[in-house]
């Protein structure tokens, strides 16, 4: 139990502790806290969506925070400069769209699902003064990303101070055992320690997972910075998306975003480390793996038969959704691609136009105004994989 749980992360506080805590033979408290500031789960997210799921395996109950109230604060971590504060509303728009996904990978049993609003909307400004008084500036500053933006001379707002404090609230108000987050999520859980001692509960330990890096092979997974996967993509993008990680990133997404065993992952490192596996091979089983994963047994597959029917054999996938055309003789082909959803504005469409990126029925695109004659019927394709077919 012990070996399958330890599997992966990159930090416990500590190993002792958990041992100690899981010979009581009671089931542990486990909590996530997630603020919803982007609409999609992404595999970045998943990683400790995962590591919960193991311990509701095991009989433990996964808490599940939902940072209604924190998301509107912003989490610093990490951060160079103070974060766009996100309002009630954006917020709990992302919650409806991503509340679904959770059940994904999540078991619903054992399993709480809580909005942290609910003990920390309410607190009024004697607790919140009482609160700030456990912590002292220097102690923040101790924190790395803190300390630069304060050698740095960049601001820091007291709000973003009062976050770690917030998030330690959590720990305190579920009572949890253990609490997950990425590796630079490290600060923030040992702050829920503090909070929980001084409040007379048994201090969780932090299990912390290291980070996913992006498509990009540099930054870490975000759907602010557009290099992120989501569990919930289609397959067949899905799949591309793998495909298009740098090679060094393979031993890494095999570890952290597949079922994989750690022999089956040294085995791979082995072989690529050695030459005896194809890294072009192998991302292929890596991508196989991951869509089977968050789109049912053999998607894997049939997304491979798509992306080589679309980049190997330069054909466009069998089965294309259609966009209806608007009224007008001669029609603008960015406003056109908008429409259809291919892409965000009428602009990015100009751009991916003068980056020979559109085309129309296989041939590059650049005229902005096309006879609408033309167009019906036409397959659009923009970028590697995206088409959509044109109907009047």
Known sequence: ???????????????????????????LRVKLGVDPTAPAITLGWAVVLRKLRQFQELGHTAVLILGDFTAQVGDPSG???????????????????????????????????????????????????????????????????????YQDQTPISLMEFLYPLLQGMDSVAIEADVELGGSDQLWNLMMGRVLQERAGQDPQ???????????????????????????DDAADDMFGKVMSIPDELIVPYFELCTDAAPRDV???????????????ETKRRLARAIVDIYRGEGTGQAAEATFDRIFKQHRAPDEIPEAKLPQGEILHLPAVLRDAGLVSSSSEGRRLMSQGAVKIDGNPASELDVDRDRLDGATVQVGKRRFVRLVG
């Open 205 to 231: 330990i932090p299990f912390t997972m290291p980070l996913l890096i992006g498509t990009d092979g540099v930054h870490k997974m975000s759907q602010s910075l557009g290099n992120y996967i989501a569990i």
């Open 79 to 149: 951060k160079s400069e103070t974060r766009r504060r996100l309002s009630a509303d954006e917020v709990n728009g992302y919650i409806d769209r991503i509340l679904t996904d959770f059940s994904t990978i999540l078991l619903p049993e054992p399993l709480e699902v809580r909005r942290n609003s609910e003990w920390l909307a309410g607190m009024d400004m004697g607790e919140i003064l009482e609160l700030t008084s456990q912590v002292t500036v220097a102690q923040m500053l101790e924190r790395g990303d803190f300390a630069k933006r």
């Open 266 to 280: 040294n085995e791979v490192a082995r072989g690529l480390r050695e030459g005896s596996l194809h890294p072009g």
């Open 1 to 27: 139990m012990l070996d399958r749980l330890l599997q992966g992360t990159e930090r416990v506080v500590t190993e002792g502790a958990l041992v100690e805590r899981l010979k009581r033979g009671r089931p």
